[in-house]
């Protein structure tokens, strides 16, 4: 690709696609003056690509909203510390504001516009502390970088990026790199093993104790990185249980016995509470459990060479005894695994 500045545009030239004002240390009055030589000569909208990383910009210049064709910007490595709300209004499909000082209040109230297709969003290298909750309107997008940020957990409602509202939370169809590495997050969703098309988790240098035991159906999934967690270098098992309620012992007996239940004997609120009974995962135990249940951490093993901890949920402390989870048939790795597992 060729790289043009101000001093080359050409009204009559459609093959300059690409503005390149990179790593000059230029501030927002240079390059604003910059832009505007560009639009007095005819010639924005001549531009899909600006790179305007490694200059000394504290915020992005509002005339670029003059460059109606733009579709990549390049911001990173700037001090920026916000992002105007003009930009939504550019036909952008990647956006690049990486290393920068942006916090969560500094972001655009909305990155979605009727012109918008964003399908690249990278803010790794900031000062987010959660979530950015206005990213959920972002349907086109397919590649999304929140590492070395502050994050602290990931939204129940980070389904909704999807083109389509599913039944079941969770089915992002069309996100194939999900980067949340350098961040301060405990937990992941169950429903992130929903991501079809996931490629790349990058979830390294955060505070992740165990993975959600889905995730080893993700058969797209070639690269996952855990390095620097606790489920890494120390595992931990909380067998503390409490008492179960008198309607989970009940439901419990109903469930394990096949007692009957004839329509308008008894409540349908109880109804509903019976068909959410979850079975116990231990294959030797034919025991069920509603709110009530043992965490448990089961090592699985990746390609004959990791074994990383996963999530499951067991009806009683007991279940653990004895060693049948070795012999369980899915720690046979299978040949859809991830080729790269980087622990450490």
Same mark, same amino acid.
């Given at each position: 690709?060729? !790289? =043009? ?13 690409? #503005? ?12 604003s ?11 924005? +909208?001549? !531009? ?22 733009? %579709? ?7 001090g ?50 959660f ?29 909704? #990026? ?11 169809? $069309? ?29 390294? %240098? ?9 995730i080893? %159906?993700?058969?797209n ?18 067998? +503390?249980?409490?008492?179960? $309620? ?22 349908? $609120? ?35 060479? !990791? ?5 499951? =949920? ?20 299978s040949?859809h695994?991830?080729? %790269?597992?980087?622990?450490g």
């Amino acid at each position: 690709m060729e !790289y =043009y500045t101000s001093d080359s545009c050409d009204s009559d030239s459609r093959e300059q696609k690409t #503005l390149d004002l990179s790593n000059k240390l230029l501030d927002c009055e240079a390059i604003s003056s910059e832009l505007d030589i560009i639009n007095e000569k005819n010639c924005a +909208t001549n !531009y899909e690509t600006i790179l305007l990383n490694g200059n000394r910009i504290k915020s992005v210049p509002l005339n670029l909203n003059r460059f109606t064709n733009l %579709k990549i910007l390049d911001v990173s490595n700037n001090g920026l510390a916000v992002l105007p709300d003009a930009l939504r209004f550019c036909p952008l499909t990647s956006l690049i504001a990486k290393h920068n000082q942006l916090e969560n209040e500094s972001l655009p109230k909305s990155f979605f516009s009727a012109k918008s297709s964003l399908r690249e969003l990278n803010l790794s290298g900031n000062k987010l502390k959660f979530f950015p909750e206005q990213i959920l309107e972002l349907a086109s997008l397919r590649y999304l970088y929140l590492g070395a940020n502050n994050i602290i957990n990931i939204p129940k409602d980070i389904w909704k #990026l999807q083109r389509q509202v599913p039944e079941s939370v969770g089915a992002l169809k $069309s996100l194939q790199a999900l980067v949340l590495s350098d961040n301060d997050i405990e937990q992941l969703p169950a429903s992130i093993a929903n991501l079809d098309q996931l490629r790349s988790l990058l979830i390294h %240098k955060n505070k992740l104790k165990t993975l959600p035991t889905q995730i080893i %159906k993700l058969r797209n999934l070639t690269e996952l990185s855990l390095r620097d967690n606790p489920l890494v270098v120390r595992f931990v098992r909380d067998m +503390t249980l409490q008492p179960p $309620s008198l309607l989970e012992l009940a439901g419990r007996t109903v469930k394990l016995h096949r007692l009957p239940i004839e329509p308008g004997e008894i409540p349908m $609120s109880l109804i509903k509470y019976l068909t959410s009974a979850q079975c116990c995962v231990n294959p030797k135990c034919n025991g069920v459990f509603f709110d009530n249940r043992v965490e448990h951490i089961k090592f699985v093993d990746f390609c004959g060479r !990791y074994r990383i901890p996963l999530l499951q =949920y067991l009806c009683s402390s007991k279940c653990i005894t004895g060693s049948w989870e070795s012999r369980e048939i899915d720690n046979t790795p299978s040949s859809h695994m991830m080729r %790269k597992v980087l622990l450490g």
